[in-house]
């Protein structure tokens, strides 16, 4: 729920993703560029780290309970937390508040953060009630729903009924559209043979569909399926589903390489 008073612009906090920060910062501007079309006032905070989510895979629950006091000091002045990743977004909605069992004070302030804690596409949409971008794509574009956002968060018509609104943009349904793509975070370091095979599988599905573009809302994976693409010589475009619905991919996709300059 947006508990913002109506009519108020609400504040928002960006959390970028270490994946975001690393590996893709236009996805990041992408946030903000929505977030404020929608009227929001959106800061990205320095003092933002890690969400926390591989030290908590791992069992690392000392680590884990230290990267989330910093990220709640860091976020919960915010009238809405918001991140364009399911899996991190889901870390702090439904993790965070069992990491302290035994500590009172600090319980309450993860329940706080994690109940304004949202995933980048469903805030949009279903707390700020936005139904259209403006935005261009021509082409074929195919949807991979996220583990986390999707199970966790319940994130799959909200990206598609934005996808509706974008011009000469037509989307076409994946097979096994939610089927975990082998990333998993760890998992892929922990059980790479399956891993693998789960990737080329998501990678066959995506091929029959003739798209010529593949969307999702987690950039985990998009860098593990466009590297299995890469690797097995397709041609197939992968960006984050905000980079589409902001308008910004003038840049490369995911995976491909900067045309080099031109002299003269």
């Known amino acids: 729920m947006n508990t913002t008073p109506k009519g108020l612009h609400p504040r928002v906090g960006l959390f970028v993703t270490c994946l975001v920060d690393l590996f893709r910062p236009s996805v990041g501007f992408a946030a903000v560029k929505l977030l404020e079309d929608a009227g929001c006032v959106v800061e990205a905070p320095g003092a933002q780290t890690c969400c926390g989510q591989p030290a908590h895979n791992s069992g690392d629950k000392s680590s884990t309970r230290a990267v989330a006091r910093r990220v709640i000091e860091t976020f919960e002045n915010y009238d809405a937390v918001v991140a364009p990743s399911g899996s991190c977004a889901g870390m702090i909605r439904h993790h965070y508040p069992g990491l302290f069992p035994d500590d009172e004070t600090w319980c309450k302030r993860a329940e706080a953060l994690a109940s304004k804690t949202f995933e980048l596409v469903s805030y949009l949409t279903d707390e700020l009630s936005v139904t259209a971008v403006d935005a261009n794509y021509e082409g074929v ?103 589409v619905l902001a308008d910004m991919v003038n840049g490369p996709a995911i995976g491909e390489r900067k045309s080099p300059k031109r002299a003269g």
């Open 141 to 243: 574009v195919t949807y991979h729903d996220g583990c986390a956002g999707l199970r966790e968060l319940g994130v799959r018509e909200q990206p598609r009924r934005l996808l509706k609104s974008v011009n000469r943009l037509e989307v076409r349904e994946l097979s096994g559209a939610e089927v975990c793509c082998g990333f998993g975070g760890t998992f892929c370091i922990k059980y790479p043979d399956i891993s693998i095979r789960m990737v080329s599988d998501k990678v066959a599905d995506i091929i029959a569909t003739d798209a010529e573009t593949l969307l999702a809302g987690d950039l985990g994976c998009l860098l593990n399926i466009a590297g299995r693409l890469s690797r097995q010589g397709r041609h197939i475009k992968v960006r984050h589903v905000a980079e």
